[in-house]
């Protein structure tokens, strides 16, 4: 018998940001990949169709592609990135109450096919479905992970790194708080690059105007597209998958629930997050200036308030 590789199941592999998924994955071979979509014909074109880059791009993976929930049984890493995407002019709030029955049923399957999994939730309005996701399925906290600060981080680095000119790997830059566009909070205190300080080569109002462009982002993709992004979105939560899979203890910033870390409880928002083999092993605290803390307690004043919302479709 050989060794096994891990099981990734990605669920809504039918849509672009969980083709994506599947899509950065593959190219990192990060395990034996299930494709799952409630359209099962579309993911298992779209899978047949990435299995055919592996010929010339070099990755040799079985893909399973269907809508059967039991292809989930004994799911390693869940993906979830199913549910209705926003639509121009959109908020992400008012994608609350469809996405939330979407969520809910899914993770009925996660709880009953693959009870030992780590679920990855890519859904809209990300923190309120990663609260919807723990209460039905149950699991602990290190086991139920949102992907949204991965994906805001990756776009604010992006706009440091246009701004002063520098090269995007030397950019060191998180995005903490809450994955919507008002509330998510861009950390400038302890943004470097290359070692050095940000305020040390950017001016202030360069670094307000980054973070004003960050916030702003995922509503100008959309604007441009006419549909929510794909492709940074799939590769931000592929990085994660790949410090889940390999257990590679990459520190990133995820959406957890709190249980005391930053001051707060019982709440969902995105902090910095050590992944491996075990799920979220572990919380940081950073020290944030004056304005961030602010900014970061709003953002959890307003996730709470998601999450009433959606407690109330449960």
Known sequence: ??????????????????????????????????????????????????????????????????????????????????????????TREELIGVNAKIVKDICLNIKKYAP??????????????????KQVTGFPRNRVIGSAGVLDSSRFRYNIAQAAGASVRDVQAIVLGAHTDKDMVPITSTATIGGVPLHKILKSDQITAIVEKTKKSGADL?????????????????????????????????????????GFKDTFV??????????AAKIYEIDLDPKEKEAFKVSVEANKELMKIAGSFL
């Open 270 to 279: 995105g902090v910095p997050t050590q992944l491996n083999g075990s799920g």
């Open 116 to 133: 030992n999994a780590t679920l990855v939730v890519v859904s809209n309005p990300l923190d309120a479905m990663v609260f919807v996701a």
């Open 1 to 90: 018998m050989g060794l096994k590789r891990p099981k990734i199941a990605v669920i809504g592999a039918g849509g672009n940001v969980g083709a994506a998924v599947v899509q950065w994955s593959a190219l990192k071979e990060l395990g034996d990949i299930v494709s799952i979509d409630v359209k099962g014909s579309v993911a298992q074109g779209k899978g047949l169709d990435l299995a055919q880059c592996g010929p010339f791009i070099g990755f040799d993976l079985p893909f399973t592609t269907g809508e059967d929930p039991a292809l989930l049984q004994d799911s390693d890493i869940v993906v979830m990135t199913a549910g209705i995407p926003r639509k121009p002019g959109q």
């Open 222 to 262: 959309t604007a441009l597209i006419g549909t929510s992004a794909w492709l940074a979105p799939g590769s931000s939560t592929a990085t994660m998958v790949e410090s889940l899979a390999r257990n590679q203890n990459r520190v990133l910033p995820c959406s957890v629930e709190l249980q005391g870390e930053f």
